[in-house]
């Protein structure tokens, strides 16, 4: 009976489709967040579900204020989601990024260089800023030379949680899940190179 055990966990194990992927062939993503009402927090929870769609990536899931230096510069990837304030980030997610400097010491190397980055947020209304608000994160990583990439919309995905929506709805969460499946395709094709 142990045999047979034991035969069934090597079949299972070759059968799975990171079972034959070395360390070094792993894709690594990080999704930073900041959430207060928790609608964020559920967009980045989908963002992790399309990311673990794509075989071989590992996702670690941090809110922003608890990253690492060790978790950002050991991912591949860097999704940050935030809510949109006034059409703009929160100041918890600006914090994050103006951390990569005077926390992780990110220049004159420029450590980002060449990490995938993407970004979701989440807003009341239809026209809230969300656009601008994507942009601001994604002009902070492409001015540390990440390579930008969108999905699940024009420039990341998006939100809307008050006035005529009932909150997140499952179009938005399919929006979140192609953003991160997309990020990890993209990482996968980088990392072949």
């Known amino acids: 009976m142990r045999a047979f055990v034991l035969a069934l966990i090597i079949l299972v194990s070759a059968a799975s489709p990171t079972a034959s992927l070395a360390a070094e062939d792993l894709v690594s993503i990080l999704i930073a967040y900041y959430s207060r009402t928790g609608n964020t927090e559920k967009m980045a929870e989908a963002v992790v579900e399309g990311a ?36 703009n980030m929160a100041s918890e997610v600006k914090a994050f990024f103006d951390d990569w400097q005077f926390k992780f010491g990110v220049f004159p190397e420029f450590k980002m260089r060449n990490k995938v980055g993407a970004a979701f947020v989440t807003g009341g209304q239809i026209s809230s800023g969300k656009e ?22 024009a420039f990341g995905a998006t939100a809307t949680t008050e006035g005529d929506s009932p909150g997140i709805d499952q179009k938005e969460l399919d929006g979140a899940r192609a953003l991160g499946q997309r990020v990890a395709e993209v990482s996968r094709l980088l990392r072949k190179r």
């Open 52 to 87: 673990k769609r794509v075989p071989g990536t590992t996702v670690m899931l941090r809110r922003v204020g608890q990253v690492t230096a060790e978790e950002l510069f050991r991912a591949d990837a860097l999704i940050v989601g935030s809510p949109v304030y006034w059409s």
């Open 132 to 153: 601008l608000t994507l942009l601001g994160i994604l002009g902070a990583m492409l001015g540390n030379q990440m390579i930008v990439v969108s999905g699940g919309g």
